[in-house]
């Protein structure tokens, strides 16, 4: 498992989709092995900054960054730097489950492991697969079905499954963006317990529309705020969990947290 | 993903409710009716004129079809050319058409990629008889060499054996022709398919950290698989049934193995060229040879199908 050496730094980040600013100014500190929740209204561009932190981004045509992101000291977005291999360091969990419907849960959960030309031992993949399977708390559900297609199972196993598949490659962060969002409440929960767990081993950035959800699973909350339509968004405040759910410093933060926003 | 599973919840059927029979109603799902209807009288009527006319040439003494040795000694030959021809046309144009299709829905700028498609699509506007003409004028001169070239260097094989044809009018520049033909339908088909891969699917891909071909070979190609394969089935029915551009560049003759010199004949080509002047038996013979080739399309679309259902609950539809 990788040592806990793995702190991401971000500064004066700014976020343009064409000529359009989307997000604005942002540096932050996330720990490794913390929980990290990013809140905030629709369309403050959290779930832009997330996709930043991995460089997903760039799958939008005319999408880039100013400013930089360290990991570990090296910037992903220095000119030498692959984005695939970028991507290999730090995994992503989406809004829908998206297993590849083509494939096996079995496949599911190896494809990253096949990409990029590597070849793996039959014995040692059942190995890769049962231990990713356990890491994302769904072993025991599909260990007899492990040859049926992944698009069979239940939305929250689904979603388990695509953790399966994101810590296989075992990345040193996990982004989440929203993933419990398409979930019925004990999928959530059940995801909810998994990222605590998670956690023991990768630094974890969460964003979520649901304040329980980032009041009960992470350490550091950051709040993004937009002053209007076609304003950029910002990072209004970042601070332990705790604080910005009791005393936070920034007005606007207290009222979105209460409920009073807008 | 919720609310449009409601709206698929409303009654499937309207007739179970006790609804009020409304004249447009009534008259709307007679017409759908009628056209649905029509279809099958349409090919049960092609499919007994076949039958019925070529009874004739399938009971005749063997002695009186053309060959002198029965029908089926006559029509092997059309239907190795045939499929030979389509095979040739199949093998250029499918690889081809992936290529084209992959680059205009992933690799291509936006602008051009809608320019490409559009010059493709006009492809398919060009009538046979123009292709005919082409592949006679242009293109059999051409490929001249390189036929004389494999008859010369791999003429052991039994596909290449010379002397090649000194017009180029072979099986093989028919077949060249033909995948020129095929080549809109399989590439169109083909790039609507891959358009609509799930960005969802595509997206996962990536953050795994694939490259963007690996990318097209986790997501794009097995969801477009089905597409694809009958979009190549569908150019396969065109070049199997195509009469004229085979009629005008094959210079055909008897049966030979070799693609290289000028020989064989296609059924439609036979049928084209010798129609006019038949008469009685050979006319019933003709028709006959329609009738295999009748069969033989609808085995290469059964086929197809059951490609494409064979593993449907790994296909992207669900």
């Known amino acids: ?262 | 993903m919720t609310i449009t599973t409601t709206d698929v919840q409303t009654p499937p059927n309207a007739s179970s409710t006790p609804a009020k029979n409304r004249a447009g109603d009534r008259n709307f799902s007679w017409a759908t009716r009628g056209a649905g209807m029509l279809i099958l009288v349409v090919l049960a009527g092609v499919a007994a004129f076949l039958l019925l006319e070529s009874l004739p040439a399938l009971s005749a003494d063997p002695a009186d079809i053309e060959g002198g040795e029965g029908f089926f000694a006559y029509v092997w030959p059309l239907v190795f050319g045939t499929l030979a021809a389509a095979l040739i046309a199949l093998i250029v144009a499918t690889p081809l058409a992936l290529g084209i299709a992959l680059f205009i829905s992933h690799y291509a700028p936006r602008r051009l990629s809608q320019g490409l498609g559009y010059v493709v699509d006009l492809l398919a506007a060009i009538p046979s008889v123009v292709y005919g003409l082409w592949g006679i004028q242009w293109l059999a001169p051409n490929v001249r060499g390189a036929w004389q070239w494999l008859a010369d260097h791999l003429g052991f094989v039994p596909l290449f054996t010379g002397p090649a044809s000194a017009t180029g009018r072979t099986l093989m520049t028919a077949g060249l022709v033909l995948a020129v033909m095929i080549l809109p339908i399989i590439t169109a088909i083909a790039r609507e398919v891959f358009l609509q891969t799930p960005a969802l699917h595509q997206e996962a891909a990536l953050a795994l950290g694939a490259t963007r071909w690996e990318m097209i070979r986790m997501t794009v190609l097995p969801f477009g698989r089905p597409g694809l394969i009958s979009g190549v089935m569908l150019g396969l029915g065109r070049a199997l049934g195509e009469t004229m551009a085979v009629a005008m560049v094959l210079s055909t003759g008897g049966f030979t193995w070799s693609m290289v010199t000028s020989g064989n004949s296609t059924i439609a080509a036979e049928i084209a060229l010798d129609f006019p002047e038949s008469a009685g038996l050979k006319t019933n013979t003709l028709i006959a040879a329609g009738l295999v080739l009748f069969v033989i399309t609808l085995a290469v679309n059964m086929a197809a199908r059951r490609v494409v259902t064979r593993r449907q609950a790994f296909s992207g539809a669900n």
């Open chain 1, 1 to 262: 498992m990788p040592a806990h050496a793995n702190r991401i730094d971000v500064g004066d980040l700014n976020v343009y989709y064409g000529s359009f600013k989307a997000v604005e100014d942002v540096s932050m500190v996330i720990e490794p092995g913390s929980v990290t929740a990013f809140i905030g209204p629709s369309g403050c561009g959290k779930s832009t900054f997330i996709r930043t932190l991995n460089r997903m981004h760039e799958v939008v045509p005319g999408a880039r960054v100013e400013g930089k992101v360290l990991l570990d000291g090296e910037d992903l977005y220095g000119a030498d730097v692959d984005p695939v291999v970028v991507r290999r360091q730090i995994g992503m969990v989406f809004q829908r489950p998206n297993p590849f419907p083509t494939m096996s849960i079995r496949d599911n959960v190896l494809a990253g492991i096949k990409l990029n030309g590597a070849r793996i031992r039959r014995s040692e993949s059942d190995e890769i697969v049962e231990q990713s399977l356990r890491g994302a708390n769904l072993w025991t559900e599909v260990k007899d079905r492990l040859d049926k297609p992944g698009s069979g199972l239940s939305g929250g196993q689904q979603q388990r499954l695509c953790i399966a598949r994101a810590i296989a490659v075992q990345p040193d962060v996990l982004l989440m963006d929203e993933p419990c969002s398409a979930l019925d409440p004990i999928s959530t929960l059940a995801i909810e317990d998994l990222i605590s767990e998670l956690k023991k081993n990768y630094t974890i950035v969460i964003v979520t529309h649901n304040m329980q959800q980032a009041s009960r699973v992470s350490d550091r909350t950051a709040f993004f705020n937009i002053e209007g339509t076609g304003k950029p968004g910002r990072l209004v405040e970042m601070d332990d969990t705790a604080k910005i759910f009791t005393n936070p410093s920034v007005q606007a933060t207290e009222d979105y947290v209460s409920g009073r926003f807008g």
